[in-house]
């Protein structure tokens, strides 16, 4: 599914080198998570991945089956399916969250070669889905994000993506995190989205959003490189004993 090779990345306008070095592959169907002290550029790798300006790729690869990723503008990497989420959920005055959601399923499917889908199947699809994620219709009709608390823009950034049907989720969880409630919510978004043929990851501070998504595989970030992978017992284990091991044992 992704496959990273040697990823180094710096600043476009600044001398300054972020990522070092990443190597990362995920398999169809798991759900991968990446850990770090905060700084270490995992929110960096997420960016680079989706094609937002201001980095430049200096060396190594990325790619999503057989697409050179790099290569790629965003909205043709979104319609080759992949799908970031999180870390700035944004608010566009005066569209409608139905409006805007509707563009975004058009767009890919244009960009896929598939047929737009009529108001009617929209409503009916975007209804069917929202209603499985509890956001209730009066939601549905508000300006995107704009006045919604935390949890609904979570729960509504999930809707974007039950509804885009992305292969590869990347969730960048912010720094400020999520109250218990909304983590849950996202959970059980992302969990009802897993499939064999759809893979995530997820990026997050935090030990606790993973007592919801349970991941195959975690790796630790740290000074622009992977510098271990293991099992979900690996993020236990930075609960408990913080990242200072780990950065140790790598010197
Ligand atoms: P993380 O998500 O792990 O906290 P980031 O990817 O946000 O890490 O940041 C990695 C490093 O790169 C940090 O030192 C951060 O200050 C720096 N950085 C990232 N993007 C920019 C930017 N646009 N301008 C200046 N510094 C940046
Ligand atoms: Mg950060
Ligand atoms: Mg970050």
């Known amino acids: 599914m992704l496959n990273i090779k040697n990823l180094h990345v710096k600043l476009e306008d ?4 972020i990522l070092k070095g990443v190597d990362l592959t995920v398999p169809a169907g798991e759900v991968h998570a990446i850990m770090g002290p905060n700084g270490s550029g995992k929110s960096t790798l997420s960016y680079v991945l989706s094609g937002r300006d201001g980095y430049e790729v200096t060396e190594g ?3 999503l089956y057989d697409h050179d990723l790099l290569d790629m503008e965003p909205e043709e990497r979104a319609a080759a399916g992949l799908f970031l989420a999180f870390q700035y959920p944004v608010e566009i005055p ?36 929202a209603k499985a994620l509890q956001i209730d219709a ?22 974007q993506m039950a509804m885009l049907e992305p292969k590869m989720c990347i969730l960048d969880e912010t720094d400020s995190g999520l109250d218990v409630d909304a983590m849950r919510l996202v959970a059980e978004g992302v969990n009802a989205l897993r499939s064999p043929e759809r893979s995530f990851l997820v990026i ?5 959003l993973l007592n919801h998504i349970k991941p195959d595989v975690v790796h630790i970030m740290s000074n622009g490189r992977i510098i271990k992978t293991g099992g979900p017992e690996l993020a236990l ?3 408990k004993n913080g990242y200072g091991d780990l950065l140790a044992e790598v010197g």
């Open 237 to 239: 284990e930075v609960e």
């Open 61 to 63: 690869e990325a790619s």
């Open 138 to 159: 009066e939601m549905l009709k508000r300006p995107v994000n704009v006045g919604f608390s935390g949890g609904e823009k979570k729960r509504n950034e999930i809707l």
């Open 14 to 17: 600044e001398d300054k080198q």
């Open 94 to 129: 005066g569209v409608g969250n139905l409006t805007f959601l509707r563009t975004a399923v058009n767009a890919q499917r244009k960009a896929r070669g598939e047929e737009e889908l009529s108001s009617g199947e929209f409503l009916k699809v975007v209804r069917e889905k």
């Open 204 to 208: 997050t501070h935090y030990q606790r």
